[in-house]
């Protein structure tokens, strides 16, 4: 055990300071501060040296030079049973500090900060904190570092229990909460940094773990690493599951294609039934009507306030998750009669974000985003077929959702209505074919109906197999060598084929 004699204080956050503070003093723990916590201390009538009567320095540089001092870091590293460390302390007068209370400046706060200048970013760049925070951890055999305000309760805690007493396995505890801070601190700051230098190093830091009930399957432990409230507040239901997040990712992403009011059902991570109308109400039902059988127990996700008639119709199914900007009084009445229900409204809409991330193997997967949406005026079209404005629109309407389906795919729609998909096959042939037999087997009428593809088709088959079903309007990438083929099987046809250019493969 060890015990704690002398104390060096300097945070930038001092909510709970007060508390630990009066402890400290009850102890009669020697405390040493700087700037604004020397001045907080103080004026709890609590006695405290100044770092720079210490060292025989002011602060210097406009604050960027504080506590970088040998008598600083030399009572902070020095070894206790260690003879010569102890004789260095003696001849350069360096008292022992046993304690490190420290926090950083608010540098992802700041960056964050909307209009935030260059200058007060690099500003917030802490030198002198996280150099005490890692010598102090790096010396946890004999000093116990406190490197936020998150843990002060903790520390209370055990000055309460302890008098002052600490033991090895809680300063190495403390030593781990360090280094998680520092390196999430100089993480954020690289990234800051390498959105312009385009480094070639990967870093990821997220500090907030949430244990869900079970991973992909009960057998399995899950985690989510991740701030969720920011994104969404929970209006209603039981605790989000790992498969939750998945499916809940995939509906925003696919939602967030869309502008006009559009409402869509997911199934593991797959569109089952979406629509466009005039009414949230008339969107609902007609997505509902792509596959009522899937629907059961799905995501559902829109993009328009859920009003009072939208919700009694949907209060019908059985659905695991709804997610929406935001809901009526009345509607969330509706919905909140199944306590189970969980009910999402986005705190957070936004389809700009710049890099995907997968595990695999003994590493990370990164790629960009694919935030490509085409749009009607930007259709290639490769047949002699003059294209209506509504026939344009199922395109780009069949298009955004292919690109949000598991490949291989294909999308068949019409009205702007998905009637099905065929998804995650391994024959493009066989994608089509799956969607046809669930399209026909919900009753739509393919004759006018679009089909769009993720990818190229490699031979002419696909639009063989379309056409005999009536399906006359076709949209895909191109890129393959035999592209030609393709088209004159739709020229001599008389079908209309769209070329994106952008392929949108989902794996």
Known sequence: MKQIKSALISVFYKDGLDKIVRRLNDLDVKIYSTGGTYNFITELGVKAE?????????????????????????????????????IAMDKYEIPSIDLVIVDLYPFEKTVATPDAKHEDIVEKIDIGGISLIRAAAKNFNDVLIVPSVEYYSELLDILKTGNGQTDLDTRRRFAAYAFAVSSHYDSA????????????????????????????????????????????????????????????????????????TTFAIIKHNNACGLATRNSLSDAYKAALAGDPVSAFGGVLVTNRTIDKETAEAMNTLFMEICIAPDYSEEALEILKSKKNRILLKRNIISNNSLRQYRSALNGVLVQDKDNIVEKSEELQSVTHRTLTDEEKKD????????????????????????????????????????????????????????????????????????HEEGIDLVIQPGGSIKDNLTVEYCEKHNMAMAVTGFRHFKH
Request: aromatic fraction near 12%; glycine fraction near 8%; proline fraction near 3%.
């Open 189 to 260: 700051i690289f990234n800051w940094f390498n959105q312009k230098e385009n480094v070639p190093a990967f870093r990821m830091s997220v500090n907030k773990e949430t244990v869900l009930r079970y991973g992909e399957n009960p057998h399995q432990k899950g985690y989510f690493y991740g701030d969720f409230t920011a994104m969404f507040e929970q209006l209603n239901g039981k605790d989000i599951s790992y498969n939750n997040i998945g499916d809940i990712d995939a509906a925003c992403n696919l939602i967030d294609d869309f502008t006009d």
């Open 395 to 466: 395109l780009v309407f069949a298009n955004k959702l292919v690109k949000h389906t598991k490949s291989n795919a294909i999308v068949l729609a019409k009205g702007l209505q998905l009637y099905a998909s065929g998804t995650g096959q391994t024959s493009r042939v066989d994608a089509l074919k799956q969607a046809i037999a669930k399209a026909k087997g919900f009753g739509f009428d393919l004759h006018g109906a679009v089909m769009a593809s993720d990818a190229f088709f490699p031979f002419p088959d696909c639009v063989e197999i379309a």
């Open 50 to 86: 100044k770092v720079e009567d210490l060292t025989g320095y002011p602060s210097i540089l406009g604050g960027r030079v504080k506590t970088l001092h040998p008598k600083v870091f030399g009572g902070i590293l020095a070894r206790r049973n260690e003879r010569d460390d102890q």
